[in-house]
């Protein structure tokens, strides 16, 4: 069962009122929209999706709360385009949960997991041609090398992309688990026994043919522009890079140059439109109960003048 990361901190600091317009980014299971649904009465909600089976999950638990919902079928990079085909210009909440979601993990033919054996897939969006088969098995090592480094911060990344590339020789790496052992192979044994050994080159893997983190720099950057004034968004990481890149968004936006604010009184041009509400972790309790929110952080900011 897929459990929303944050979810009551994510709720409480989007400052929702019933006639909010409020954007979950990353609709997935319905978990975050839902809470927000019940709350926007007289509002309305647009959710981002392009898993055809989390649409389907979500269209029906939401129905059942309220109809003032559209599920928006593309990535959210598409976020202010979207919104202006409907005539949004501006909204009160913005969210990105950017986790895998749960049921992603755990089905096995969707290749995401490195305990389960599936074809080598983990696209988001089933519809679109690049997928892990292809990275593994047609990447020149030093791409490989790259992704593996920038992507998984992975320490082994040569040695992992060599093994891939000399065993591919013979016959493709076809499966989750085949990959597995092929990285399991190429890596002291010392480092096996730490952490499972798979863990960084199949996130980076999964960036890669996501393009995960150019797709998000863009549509945080659109989703700024679309906030009312009062209005916040809300952003739940799962790694340092996706992290990275939330930050410096957040803080080229609201930070003041330090001289600056040395003045007595801060010169209106010099003024900024948003400011950081805070950096948020789970609470004790949602660890104990969610071993997947272990590594999650939730950055919200607020804009605060037009």
């Known amino acids: 069962m897929h459990k929303s990361v944050l979810l009551e901190e994510t709720i409480q600091k989007l400052n929702l009122n019933d006639k909010s317009i409020v954007v979950d980014c990353t609709l997935g299971f319905a978990g975050h929209s839902s809470e927000a649904l019940k709350i926007v009465k007289n509002g309305y909600l647009y959710a981002f999706e392009q898993d055809d089976e989390a649409i389907k999950h979500s269209s029906l638990?939401?129905?059942?709360?309220?109809?003032?919902?559209?599920?928006?079928?593309?990535?959210?990079?598409?976020?202010?385009?979207e919104l202006e085909k409907r005539n949004v210009t501006k909204v009160d909440a913005i969210m990105y949960d950017l986790g895998v979601s749960s049921p992603q993990l755990d089905e096995d033919y969707r290749g995401f997991s490195f305990h389960k054996d599936a074809r080598l897939d983990m696209r988001m969006n089933t519809n679109q041609d690049l997928d892990a088969y292809?990275?593994?098995?047609?990447?020149?090592?030093?791409?490989?090398?790259?992704?593996?480094?920038?992507y998984g911060e992975e320490k082994y990344a040569k040695s992992i992309a060599k093994g891939i590339v000399e065993y591919r020789v013979n016959k493709p790496i076809e499966t989750t688990l085949e990959l597995v052992e092929v990285i399991k192979e190429n890596v002291p044994l010392k480092y096996r026994r730490e952490k499972h050994p798979a863990r960084r080159v199949f996130?980076?893997?999964?960036?890669?043919?996501?393009?995960?983190?150019?797709?998000f720099k863009k549509s945080l950057t659109d989703a700024l522009t679309l906030l009312n004034k009062g209005g916040r968004i809300c952003v739940i990481t799962f790694h340092s890079l996706e992290d990275k890149i939330c930050k410096e968004i957040f803080d080229d936006v609201s930070k003041i140059d330090k001289n600056i604010l040395k003045l007595p009184v801060i010169p209106l041009e010099y003024q900024k439109d948003y400011k950081v509400v805070g950096t948020y972790k789970p609470s004790k309790f949602e660890l104990e109960e969610n071993n997947r929110a272990r590594s999650a952080k939730l950055r919200v900011i607020e804009r605060i003048k037009v």
């Open 203 to 215: 996130q980076a893997i999964r960036i890669e043919v996501n393009d995960e983190l150019n797709v």
């Open 61 to 81: 638990k939401l129905s059942k709360i309220s109809n003032n919902y559209e599920i928006i079928n593309t990535n959210f990079v598409n976020l202010k385009e």
């Open 134 to 150: 292809k990275v593994v098995n047609e990447y020149p090592l030093e791409k490989l090398i790259d992704i593996f480094y920038k």
